[in-house]
């Protein structure tokens, strides 16, 4: 089993959804990181998570550290957050970086 | 302020060659990190450097190989090429003070090619 785990590995949605995409870790971590990937390559850190909830434009980053999950959410989805997004953990203590298989999203006009 | 660089771009090898890639970071930070991502394995963490340091690696053979210049430029050095190796390789730079994974500012990428 994966240390972190996404989900769903594919979306589509239509323009406008309120899109949700999970990350789930088993490993004791001191940040969480949400990374956005277009293609092409280029990577851009969307948030860095220790506790709470964070909010940017119309994404909105979440974190339990209790159950080990975390959530991006995206509101009024458009197609140009097309793209797969990227959970990435730091173990903290263990120096330990560890990232997930990501989430294709694909926002259909 | 100038975003972080990395040259080249694209890159094709043979098997058993060696390969350098170089990454100049956004003026100010001190933390370099090197990634490599393929279709098969995704992003894996390469290693940081810091103040000329090598500070974290990954789970790496020692083929792959690093270092950072007082200026804070990295090069990263891949010998004994294999077919394997092939992957986009990104770096990335963060103000590095706090010794943790800080928010990282990311190159575009080499992508590299061996056959």
């Not at chain 1, 971590?29 to 119309?58: C, E, N, T």
């Not at chain 2, 058993?16 to 170089?22: A, D, N």
Request: include cysteine.
């Amino acid at each position: 089993k994966n240390e972190v785990e996404q989900s769903p590995q594919n979306l589509t949605a239509q323009e406008g959804e309120f899109i949700t995409i999970n990350c789930s870790y088993s490993v004791g971590i001191s940040a969480l990181h949400w990374l956005q990937q277009h293609p092409g390559g280029g990577i851009v850190s969307l948030f860095m998570l220790s506790s709470g909830k964070k909010k940017h434009g119309r994404l909105i980053a979440t974190i339990n550290i209790q159950e080990k999950h975390s959530s991006l959410h995206i509101t009024a989805s458009h197609p140009r957050d097309s793209a797969v997004y990227i959970c990435a953990v730091y173990g903290g203590a263990t120096n330990k970086l560890i990232f997930g298989t990501g989430t294709l999203l694909a926002v259909q006009p | 302020k100038a975003g972080v660089t990395q040259t080249p771009r694209y890159l094709i090898k043979t098997r058993g060659q060696q390969v350098t890639l170089s990454c100049s970071p956004i003026s100010g930070h001190r933390s370099v990190s090197w990634y490599q991502q393929t279709p098969g394995q995704g992003l894996q963490f390469l290693f940081e450097y810091f103040s000329e340091t090598q500070r974290n690696k990954g789970n790496f053979p020692g083929r792959f190989s690093g270092r950072q210049f007082s200026n804070s430029r990295s090069e990263m050095n891949v010998s004994t090429l294999e077919l394997g190796d092939s992957a986009l390789y990104l770096c990335a730079s963060s103000l590095g003070a706090s010794g943790d994974w800080e928010t990282q500012y990311f190159g575009p990428g080499t992508r590299l090619l061996v056959l």
